[in-house]
Structure formats: structure tokens, C-alpha cells
């Protein structure tokens, strides 16, 4: 395994095949990357921006997605993570075929058993602020598609009985969240861990988490969520930009802090790797 090129990548990251299918269609020039403890991911480009998006195709659940998300944000060193696919439905106003931007992600498991009954104890990640604003400010432009900013919930279950013990649970507990998926959490985590690195789950609809959801399926719904789920993704990544230094950057100086690299004024990021040999430096007066 060789160190990927220093270069502004945004880590795409699915579950599904047909979720996978849907945003490699708008990636060109891939190139298959593997990992030494054999992780694939595709990198290519999204033109005609500057970035490079690294796709991955983790397989179900929130702890599978959080461990593997940590080996490929310490792998590929990415400026942004955005988790894609495919969710149920939890509000009567959000439609199949709708496309729901976490604001923040639920944890739905943690609590206390008591005597007295369960005492959850809510745990919430935030989505990324700057790449809120990017989705908030593409889908104004994209009247095919209808957006919801709200909460996610995520478990390690597919639901498909609106009147089950876990549904009333949700929506006891969690009654703001807008759909229901199951990795969103693991790899919010697996970024907030990194080191605050911005991170967003976008998930369209593919059906409303009842008994209807095999019927939905079948007649191709979820297909239909994961194009508009990457539709919203794409859009994001032409509306955010690469931190300063990058060549396609719109953002002002930033820094990472005293072991990360500094953006603006000098420019020397080494991304955790280590250099041997003289440094010619090059002062930047835009200060």
C-alpha cells in the first residue's frame, strides 16, 4: 500500500451496491486503491472542480461503518466525508423518492435498564456546518428534488413495522428525526474522532419505515433514493470548496492546529507522512 498523493479528496461512502452504483456514475478517471488490510475504493474525479472523490462500498451497520471509516480517513487523509444511500422514512411529510440532509445523527440504543422502566441517554453528532450550508444552498437549484434539513436516526435495524416496540420507541425518544438508516452514526464518529473533520449523511427515501416497504421496494424506490440521494451529494461538492493551498479554493486562511498542517500564508502539508531532504520556502504576502 503507497501513500495516496497529497490532493483535495472528499471520502464517498455507501452501504449498498446500488448506492455505490448511483455516485460512481458522476466519477471519472477512477482508479482502484486497496488498502494493505484489503479495503477497495475507487478514486477518481469530479470534474470540473478540483476535487478528488475516493468512493467505498462498507457493507451494512453503524460499528462495521465506523472502524472501516477511521482506516480510510487515516488511509486517504480526506478534507470531507459524506455518507450516501438509501433511508426510511419516519414523517408523514416526507415523501419516497425525498431527500433528507442530516443536521445531526441519533444514536438510538444508549440508556439505563432500570427497575422503573428504560432511561435513554440520547447521543447526537452533528453534521458539518460548512457542508449543511453547501447542500442547503445547491438543492435551491435542483427543482427536481425535495430536500428536508432534519435529524437521522440511526440503528442496526431495518424497520418495517410502523406500529413495532422500536418504532413507538423513536418516536417517543426521537420524535424530530426525519428518517431511520444504519451507519450514519459510525462514521460521523469515526470523523468527529479524526479530529473534527467535516461530515454529513445524506439519505433519500426509498420508503416509510412500515409494512408497505417490501411493496416499495419492489417497485424500484430504492433505486430512485439512492440517484437523488447522489444527485444532492455531487451538488455539494461543486458548492464546497478545498481548504486554502488547493488550486480550486475559495476559502480564507484556516489552521488545523499544531500537529495538522496550516492553510494560508506558507503552504507545507505533509499529512502525517514524513519528508527527508532540504525545504525551499516561498513567503505569501496576501495576508
Same mark, same amino acid.
Given at each position: 500500500m503507497t501513500m495516496p498523493d497529497i490532493q483535495p479528496t472528499v471520502l464517498v461512502l455507501t452501504a449498498l451496491p446500488l448506492e455505490y452504483a448511483a455516485i460512481r456514475t458522476h466519477v471519472e478517471e477512477r482508479e482502484e486503491r486497496?488498502?494493505?488490510?484489503?479495503? $477497495?475504493?475507487?478514486?477518481?474525479?469530479?470534474?470540473?472542480?478540483?476535487?478528488?472523490? /475516493?468512493? =467505498? &462500498?462498507?457493507?451494512?451497520?453503524?460499528?462495521?461503518a465506523g472502524v472501516l471509516t477511521a482506516q480510510l480517513i487515516n488511509w486517504l487523509r480526506p478534507e470531507a466525508v459524506l455518507f450516501v444511500g438509501v433511508a426510511g422514512s419516519l414523517k408523514d411529510d416526507v415523501g419516497i423518492g425525498d431527500v433528507v440532509v442530516g443536521t445531526k445523527v441519533y444514536e438510538i440504543y444508549g440508556g439505563k435498564q432500570t427497575p422503573d422502566g428504560f432511561l435513554v441517554r440520547p447521543e447526537a453528532l452533528p453534521g458539518s456546518?460548512?457542508?449543511?450550508?453547501?447542500?442547503?444552498?445547491?438543492?435551491?437549484?435542483?427543482?427536481?428534488? $425535495?430536500?428536508?434539513?432534519?435529524?437521522?436516526?440511526?440503528?442496526?435495524?431495518?424497520? /418495517?413495522? =410502523? &406500529?413495532?416496540?422500536?418504532?413507538?420507541?423513536?418516536?417517543r425518544n426521537y420524535n424530530d428525526a426525519g428518517a431511520i438508516e444504519m451507519e450514519g452514526s459510525g462514521a460521523l464518529w469515526a470523523a468527529h474522532l479524526s479530529g473534527q473533520l467535516n461530515a454529513l449523511v445524506i439519505r433519500g427515501i426509498s420508503d416509510r419505515a412500515d409494512a408497505g416497504k417490501h411493496k416499495a421496494d419492489a417497485s424500484g424506490s430504492q433505486q430512485r433514493a439512492a440517484e437523488q440521494a447522489a444527485a444532492v451529494t455531487v451538488?455539494?461538492?461543486?458548492?464546497?470548496?478545498?481548504?486554502?493551498?488547493?488550486?480550486?479554493?475559495?476559502?480564507?486562511?484556516?489552521?488545523?492546529?499544531a500537529n495538522g498542517a496550516t492553510y494560508g500564508g506558507d503552504h507545507i502539508d505533509f499529512r502525517a507522512g514524513t519528508f527527508h531532504g532540504p525545504i525551499t520556502g516561498k513567503s505569501d504576502r496576501r495576508r
Open positions: 486497496v488498502h494493505r488490510d484489503g479495503t $477497495r475504493v475507487e478514486v477518481g474525479r469530479l470534474t470540473p472542480t478540483s476535487w478528488h472523490v /475516493a468512493l =467505498a &462500498e462498507l457493507g451494512m451497520g453503524a460499528e462495521r456546518h460548512a457542508l449543511e450550508q453547501a447542500a442547503r444552498s445547491a438543492v435551491r437549484d435542483m427543482p427536481d428534488v $425535495r430536500a428536508h434539513f432534519m435529524p437521522i436516526a440511526t440503528g442496526d435495524v431495518v424497520l /418495517a413495522d =410502523a &406500529e413495532s416496540e422500536i418504532a413507538r420507541f423513536i418516536r451538488a455539494v461538492m461543486h458548492k464546497h470548496r478545498p481548504r486554502e493551498g488547493s488550486s480550486d479554493s475559495e476559502e480564507g486562511p484556516q489552521e488545523r492546529g
